[in-house]
């Protein structure tokens, strides 16, 4: 993207001590928000959060020192969006893991100072960045994203066709996290998932979630909050939801990680860990023609 769409960008959009938009080396257009509860970065591309930092408190989002922003790739860390699919495609393994909606270009549509001191922005998924091959169906997809003192993020799914379509979509979040052996996931405690490091098989949660090997488990059937406690950094972060009934809790450790080549330094994912709310497995979503579907986040903090 050239400099005039920065500067229209900041003609329309920016709020004055709150909002600013950036060019970034790769190209990359960053929505900078700055105000007296938070900061954060957003990449226009993929709508993506990439920080996240309460005043006063340690970053809330991880972000891999070693991420790519480049134009066409998906960043490492903050909160990718996994949408019309999370995953592998049910029946074409040529489409993108996970979706395209996190590697295209999505337009800042609306930007609002809000009256208890937060900052929203509203990002819109344009016609043009949807591949019609991969997903032939009429609609209207925004991410909602406001930062405060607490960080709500909004997908909203609209069909705007003639006929239903089916999702599944995540918030796949990265936190900061003290060191993964000072952390213990709660709120899944009873649920049922499937691990995909153990084939695929179904188990269910014994207590609550510690980590010491590569985790990649899809919950499903859970609608509860889910508390990352952490006694490190003293903190708990709460992931409060709604219109989501799965949650994702992935962790690449040693091997999966160097293999990725974006994660930074060797240990680089022990000061991690994805928590993610989504819809996925038995609990996709049927959008029918004319209606809307919203999967609500919020991420807050609550000291120890
Ligand atoms: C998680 C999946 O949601 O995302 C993992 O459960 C996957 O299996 C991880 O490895 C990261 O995916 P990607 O495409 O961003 O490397």
Not at 48 to 53: K, L, R
Request: proline share 4%.
């Amino acid at each position: 993207m050239s400099q005039s769409d920065v500067t229209t960008l900041n003609q329309k959009f920016a709020i004055p001590g709150q909002l600013e938009f950036t060019e970034d080396v790769g190209g990359l257009i960053i929505a900078r928000i700055a105000n007296k509860q938070a900061q954060s970065t957003i990449a226009l591309q993929g709508a993506h959060v990439m920080t996240f930092e309460p005043v006063g408190e340690k970053p809330v989002i991880w972000l891999s020192p070693a991420a790519k922003l480049v134009l066409g790739k998906s960043i490492r860390g903050g909160v990718p969006i996994c949408w019309p699919w999370f995953g592998a495609h049910a029946t074409d393994s040529t489409f993108p893991a996970h979706g395209f909606a996190r590697t295209v270009p999505w337009q800042v549509v609306a930007s609002e100072a809000l009256s208890d001191g937060s900052t929203r922005v509203t990002f819109e998924l344009p016609q043009s960045s949807i591949p019609a091959a991969q997903w032939p169906h009429a609609c209207r997809v925004r991410n909602i994203v406001t930062i405060g003192k607490e960080m709500t993020v909004e997908l909203v799914t609209e069909n705007t066709g003639q006929a239903m379509f089916e999702i599944s979509e995540a918030l796949h979040t990265y936190f900061v996290i003290s060191d993964v052996d000072k952390i213990r996931i709660t709120g899944l405690e009873g649920c049922t998932y499937l691990d995909k490091v153990g084939d695929w098989q179904r188990r269910t949660q014994d207590g609550a979630i510690t980590i010491a090997a590569e985790v990649d488990r899809l919950y499903v059937n859970t609608d509860s909050d889910c508390l990352i406690d952490d006694n490190g950094h003293k903190r708990c972060i709460r992931i409060a939801k709604r219109g989501s009934l799965s949650t994702v809790v992935w962790n690449p450790w040693v091997e999966k990680a160097a293999k990725m080549g974006d994660f930074g330094s060797d240990t680089g994912y022990r000061g991690m860990v994805c928590v993610e709310s989504a819809n996925a497995a038995e609990n996709v979503v049927k959008v029918a023609a004319g209606a809307t579907h919203s999967l609500h986040v919020t991420y807050s903090i609550e000291n120890i």
